[in-house]
C-alpha cells in the first residue's frame, strides 16, 4: 500500500475547488447570447387542456419566444420512455401511457410542464409565464395506489386499465405455499414505505445550445450518465442525431438516483434553442424540484414469512403495490420489480418465496430510483418482519437472524440472487459488540429512571451494486447494457489522463480512480487528471447509479492500466536491454527486478512518444481503452445497531447510538468510504424520522418546500460508529463491492426496531414523527 494508493486516507482531491466556490455547475455556464426559460405547469393534478392563449405573454418585455406542445408535437419531438420492459405474469408487456415533453391534451400531476417562455432575464420569462391563460377542464384526481385500481377511478392513462401498469412475479408460487402448509409459524406485516423527495443540494438544471451553422446541439445538464442522456434524446426523443449532440455533464451537486433520468426540461431547450434561435438556459428553483423531480419508495406491502418449529425460515410471501405517479420514468420500472424483489431473501437461506408486484399509476410526480433503489424497500421489508418475529418467538433478535443467515457460498436464491461472497456473522458480532448489545438492559433500566423509553434496533442488510452482466440485464428487460468503459492517456511528458464514463456527484472520484493510478505506476496524484462527463471527450459509457463506479468502473479503468503496462514495460525492456519479465515497476521507475538498472516513468513516457527507439514493430504512442462487463452483481452487506430513547410525553426520539458494521470488500479510501456511509446514514434516518412526500386527495403536493418537508440537520443525527471487515468480491479485479448506498438502505428498519421496541408497539408508520410515536404509545396503551 503507497503513501497515495490503494487503501490510504487520502484527502479528496476536488474538495479545493468545491470549499473555495470555484467549482462549475449548470447555472454557472454562459454562453453568448444566452436567454432563460421558465415552464409554464400545471397547477391541476388532473385535467384536459382545453385552451392555452399565449398572446399576452408573447407581447411582454423581454419575451423571445413562448412554445407549446403542439408545436413541439409538430416538429417531431418523441415521448419520454421507460427504457426497461416488464411484463406481467400473464406475458402481456407493461402499459406505457404517453408522456409529451410539453403537455397538450391533458396534464397529470401538479408540476407537469405545458407551456416554456423564453426571455431575456428569468425575472423576464417568469413574470410572462404567469401571464400564459390556460383553460383546463379538471378531472376526478387519484393519489393512493390502492385506490387507483378501485371501480369508478379516474383513468389516468387509457393504455392502462384499472391503472394498472403490470401484474408482475417473481419466484415459485406453488414451492411457497406448500412450505407455508408444513409452517410451524407464521408472521404477517403490513408494511408501507414513505414516499420520499431526493432533495439534492443542487436543483436540477439544462442549458440548450444549438449552433446553426455547424447543425449542431450542445446540451450541459445535471446529470448521472451523460452518455446515456444523449443516447435516448437522439434515439426516441428525436431532439438531434447522436453524431450532432454533445452532452455535457460539468460539477454536479448531488444526484441520489434522481439525476440519472432525462426529463422534459433539458428535450425541451434543446428544441426551444433552435426554435427561438437563441441558447436556452433553465434552472429548477426549489419548490419546481419537489414537484417535478423524481420521487422515491412509495410502496403498500403485504408479508408473511413462515417459520418451522425451531425457528429456521421457510417460505416467505410478499404482495407489493408500487405507485409509479403519473408517468413512467426512464428505470421506474425496475425499481419494484428486479431492483427489489430479487434482493427479499435478505442475508438469510429462504428456501422458497413468492413476490407479486403491481405497479400502478398515480395522479403524482412520478416515482423512479432514489439511493438504494428496491433494497431499502426490500430490506426494510425483511427486517421488520425478522424483529416482529423475534419478539412473536421471545427468542434474541440477533440469535434468530444468526440461526437464518446464509453460510455457504456461493449461495443461489429463489429469487434470481447468486451472492458470491460474504460473511453475515462476523458483521453482526462487529455491530453487537461496537453498540454493548449485552450491557444494553442497564441502559433501559437507567433511561427508565429518567422517565424516558430506551429501545434497540438492528438491520441485517445485504444489496446488490454493479447490476451486470449486460446479457443478462437484457434479457430481463433493460433498454441499454451496463458495462462501464475506460481510457488511459499517458502523455509524453508521463502525466496521465483517465478518461471514464462513470460519473463523479460527489463520490469523489477524482481522487480514487488517481489511487488506483498512483498505486499501479508510483505517479504522484497531482500528475493524475480524471475526465468525465463530456460525451465529446469520453467514450460511450454507462454512468454512476446502484453503487456502480467502484466495481464496474474502476474495474474498466483496471483493464485499461494492465494493457498500458503491458506496453510501458515493453519499452523499458527494450530501452534497459532486459527482459520483459524482469521488468517492474517501483516509485515512479520501471526498474529491472534485482538490480540497479531503471528508466523514470516520465523517461520511458517520452520514449514511447518520440519513437527514436522503440521495439520493432511497435505503434508510437502510450494510450489504451477498455470496456468491462461484470460477470455478476456484487453485494454489499452489514449489520446497523441503532438505539433510542424516546420520551413518552411528547414522542420525541433521540437516536442515542448507531453502529454501522459493513462489508464493501477492498476498499481504495476508507475515509471516503465513512463519508459515503455517513450520508446514507443521514437520509436512511432521515426516512425513519421525519421525511415524507404527502399529497392531499385533489392531487396538491402538501410538502412541497421545506416549511413542510422535514430533512434531517445535524442536531439529529449522533455520532456515528463505522467499522468494515472484508470478503473481497471475486466477480471483479479490484475485490470491490460498492458502498454508496448501503446506509440508506440498512438504517430505516434499525431505527423504526429500535422505537418500537422503546414503546413497546409494534405498529409503527415511517416517518416516525413525534406526533405518529406518541399515538402509537398512546395506542398501545389501550
Given amino acids: 500500500m503507497g503513501i497515495e494508493g490503494v487503501g490510504a486516507r487520502v484527502a479528496r482531491k476536488e474538495d479545493k475547488r468545491f470549499i473555495t466556490g470555484a467549482g462549475r455547475y449548470v447555472d454557472d455556464m454562459v454562453v453568448p447570447g444566452m436567454k432563460h426559460a421558465a415552464f409554464v405547469r400545471s397547477p391541476h393534478a388532473h385535467a384536459q387542456i382545453k385552451k392555452i392563449d399565449v398572446k399576452k405573454a408573447q407581447g411582454m418585455p423581454g419575451v423571445i419566444g413562448v412554445l407549446t406542445g403542439k408545436e413541439l408535437k409538430a416538429d417531431g419531438i418523441g415521448n419520454l420512455i ?63 395506489a390502492s385506490k387507483a385500481m378501485d371501480k369508478g377511478a379516474p383513468q389516468i392513462h387509457p393504455e392502462a386499465d384499472n391503472n394498472l401498469i403490470f401484474d408482475w412475479d417473481i419466484g415459485n408460487a406453488d414451492d411457497t405455499a406448500a412450505a407455508f402448509k408444513k409452517a410451524a409459524h407464521v408472521v404477517k406485516m403490513d408494511i408501507i414505505n414513505n414516499r420520499l423527495v431526493p432533495n439534492a443540494m443542487e436543483p436540477r438544471a439544462a442549458l440548450g445550445h444549438y449552433d446553426k451553422a455547424e447543425d449542431h446541439y450542445t446540451c450541459w445538464t445535471t446529470s448521472q450518465n451523460p452518455h446515456v442522456a444523449r443516447l435516448v434524446m437522439s434515439a426516441f426523443y ?45 434552472v429548477a428553483d426549489r419548490t419546481e424540484s419537489f414537484l417535478t423531480d423524481a420521487h422515491g419508495r412509495d410502496h403498500h406491502t403485504h408479508a408473511e414469512m413462515a417459520f418451522d418449529k425451531d425457528h429456521k425460515i421457510v417460505g416467505l410471501k410478499v404482495e407489493t403495490k408500487a405507485n409509479l405517479g403519473a408517468y413512467m420514468s426512464l428505470f421506474s420500472s425496475a425499481t419494484p420489480t428486479y431492483l427489489y424483489a430479487t434482493l427479499l431473501s435478505g442475508q438469510y437461506n429462504i428456501p422458497a418465496i413468492h413476490a407479486n408486484v403491481k405497479a ?38 440477533a440469535e434468530l437472524r444468526r440461526k437464518n443467515f446464509v453460510t455457504s457460498f456461493p449461495h443461489q436464491t429463489p429469487v434470481i440472487m447468486c451472492y458470491d461472497a460474504g460473511d453475515y456473522a462476523a458483521s453482526l458480532d462487529a455491530a453487537m459488540k461496537a453498540s454493548d448489545y449485552a450491557g444494553f438492559a442497564k441502559r433501559k433500566a437507567a433511561a427508565a429512571k429518567k422517565g424516558l423509553l430506551r429501545g434497540i434496533g438492528m438491520s441485517c442488510y445485504i444489496e446488490a451494486c454493479g447490476i451486470a452482466p449486460s446479457a443478462a440485464v437484457g ?78 468502473g474502476m474495474s474498466a479503468i483496471v483493464k485499461a492500466l494492465d494493457k498500458v503496462e503491458a506496453k510501458a514495460k515493453k519499452i523499458a525492456a527494450h530501452l534497459l536491454e532486459a527482459d520483459e519479465g524482469d521488468i517492474i515497476i517501483e516509485n515512479g521507475a520501471l526498474k529491472v527486478a534485482g538490480t540497479d538498472k531503471n528508466v523514470p516513468w516520465f523517461q520511458m513516457a517520452l520514449a514511447a512518444y518520440t519513437a527514436h527507439n522503440l521495439p520493432g514493430g511497435m505503434e508510437p504512442g502510450l494510450k489504451e481503452t477498455a470496456f468491462y462487463d461484470p460477470s455478476n452483481f456484487t453485494f454489499p452487506a452489514g449489520c446497523y445497531i441503532c438505539e433510542v430513547e424516546v420520551d413518552p410525553e411528547t414522542g420525541m426520539t433521540e437516536i442515542i447510538q448507531f453502529v454501522a458494521a459493513d462489508d464493501f470488500g477492498n476498499i ?24 415524507g412526500a404527502h399529497y392531499d386527495n385533489s392531487g396538491q403536493l402538501l410538502t412541497a418546500s421545506y416549511m413542510d418537508y422535514t430533512m434531517p440537520r445535524a442536531s439529529d443525527l449522533p455520532s456515528f460508529k463505522v467499522s468494515t471487515s472484508n470478503t473481497p468480491c471475486p466477480g471483479n479485479p479490484l475485490g470491490i463491492k460498492g458502498c454508496g448506498e448501503a446506509g ?3 438504517s430505516p428498519p434499525a431505527v423504526i426496531n429500535a422505537i418500537t421496541d422503546a414503546i413497546g408497539s409494534n405498529d409503527l408508520a415511517m416517518p416516525a414523527s413525534p406526533s405518529t410515536v406518541w399515538a402509537a404509545i398512546r395506542a398501545a396503551k389501550h
Avoid at 92 to 119: E, H, I, N, T
Avoid at 673 to 685: C, D, N, S
Fill in 744 to 746: 440508506a438502505i440498512g
Fill in 668 to 691: 481504495i479510501n476508507p475515509m471516503i468510504v465513512e463519508g459515503q456511509v455517513h450520508g446514507g446514514l443521514a437520509q436512511g434516518i432521515g426516512q425513519a424520522l421525519l421525511e
Fill in 360 to 397: 400502478i399509476y398515480t395522479n403524482t410526480a412520478p416515482v423512479d430510483a432514489y439511493r438504494g433503489a428496491g433494497r431499502p424497500e426490500a430490506t426494510f421489508v425483511m427486517e421488520r418482519m425478522m424483529e416482529t418475529a423475534a419478539r412473536q418467538f421471545g427468542v434474541s433478535p
Fill in 82 to 144: 421507460c427504457g426497461w420492459m416488464i411484463h406481467s405474469k400473464d406475458g402481456s408487456p407493461m402499459k406505457m401511457g404517453a408522456w409529451s415533453p410539453l403537455a397538450f391534451d391533458r396534464v397529470r400531476y401538479v408540476g407537469d410542464a405545458v407551456v416554456v417562455v423564453v426571455a431575456e432575464t428569468k425575472g423576464q420569462a417568469r413574470d410572462a409565464a404567469e401571464a400564459v391563460e390556460i383553460t383546463y377542464k379538471e378531472l376526478k384526481a387519484v393519489v393512493d
Fill in 475 to 552: 434479457s430481463l428487460g433493460a433498454g441499454v447494457g451496463l458495462w462501464e468503459s475506460a481510457e488511459v492517456r499517458v502523455n509524453a511528458v508521463g502525466t496521465i489522463e483517465v478518461l471514464t464514463g462513470s460519473h463523479s456527484h460527489g463520490q469523489g472520484h477524482e481522487t480514487t480512480f488517481a489511487q488506483l493510478v498512483n498505486e499501479r505506476f508510483g505517479v504522484p496524484l497531482d500528475s493524475v487528471s480524471i475526465v468525465h462527463g463530456d460525451t465529446d471527450k469520453v467514450q460511450m459509457g454507462m454512468g454512476t447509479y446502484g453503487s456502480r463506479s467502484g466495481a464496474v
Fill in 238 to 282: 428525436n431532439v438531434a442525431p447522436e453524431n450532432k449532440l454533445r452532452v455535457i455533464a460539468p460539477d454536479v451537486g448531488g444526484g441520489f438516483g434522481s439525476k440519472i433520468y432525462i426529463y422534459p426540461e433539458e428535450i425541451v431547450c434543446l428544441w426551444a434553442s433552435k426554435k427561438t434561435g437563441v441558447p436556452v438556459k433553465w
